[in-house]
């Protein structure tokens, strides 16, 4: 297994991307944290991923709060006794973030609290056991609007995705050489619950996505986290400071 007895946090556990990250952690043979603001739906993926035969232990934590993702870090080392990888995937898009001469200041905060606070806050308590061990990876989850502008704007989540991508830089410089890596995705449109139900709603939405990615469709959960297992795995212990687009070709296309 490419993730034999390796404790894995993942933030946002409850959600399309993440509850699909802790089976395919699970089942690659990682020990997962499963992190959700919401107690019920932590435990409920734990639960799921235990039943498939895995290994699994759930917390409620708002990863924007500091004493709230001390304590997802602590209970990792309480119940497995180190942490391998930290994937922070927890994050949110309001319907009510547009530009920013429309967005209003409550929104704008909310959003950078959970994207990047959130970030922040999760590298800030597991890095320094990764450095006490000599090894880990953080995964942060950017997205490919942090690399394009867009006509639609959603200025809160662009601006949080980017300043993702800056901090996994600065992170990959300082503590590579501890033995810690740090690398960043950048997905493009995947086809989780939250995108789906606001397309589903908005044909013209949809059809006007689709017809700018060369591939015709939106992406899957599973090849995002595929590219995640590959980053906690020692298959990448040479990747550090990357951010891997994974789109479909979406910010390659110019016409």
């Known amino acids: ?103 209003d200041v409550e929104t704008w905060d909310k959003v950078m609290a959970v994207n990047v606070r959130g970030v922040y806050l999760g590298c800030k308590y597991a890095i320094p056991k990764m450095v006490e061990q000599g090894s880990g990876s953080i995964i942060n989850v950017a997205s490919f609007v942090a690399i394009l502008g867009c006509s639609v704007p959603q200025d809160a989540y662009t601006a949080s995705k980017g300043a993702v991508l800056a901090l996994t830089r600065s992170l990959a410089v300082q503590f590579a050489p501890h033995g810690v890596r740090s690398n960043s995705i950048s997905p493009g449109p995947i086809e989780t619950p939250l995108l789906l139900d606001w397309l589903v709603k ?34 990448s212990r040479w990747t550090n400071g990357s951010n891997l687009v994974i789109d479909g070709g979406i910010t390659v296309n110019y016409f």
Do not use: W
């Not at 590219?227 to 020692?234: H, I, N």
């Open 202 to 235: 908005d044909e013209d939405a949809k059809q006007l996505r689709l017809a700018r990615n060369p591939t015709g469709r939106f992406g899957k959960p599973e090849e995002i986290v595929h590219v995640a297992v590959y980053l906690a795995s020692d298959e």
């Open 1 to 103: 297994m490419r993730l034999a007895d390796k404790v894995t946090i993942i933030t946002g556990a409850g959600g399309g991307m993440g509850r699909t990250a802790a089976r395919m952690f699970a089942a690659e043979g990682a020990r997962v944290v499963c992190v959700d603001v919401s107690d019920e739906m932590a435990e409920s993926v734990a639960a799921e991923v235990t039943a498939a035969g895995g290994q699994a232990t759930a917390v409620a934590a708002d990863v924007s709060q500091d004493d709230q993702a001390r304590k997802m870090v602590d209970h990792a080392i309480a119940t497995y006794g180190r942490v391998d990888a930290l994937y922070n995937n927890a994050g949110i898009m309001p319907a009510a973030d547009h530009s920013v001469i429309d967005t």
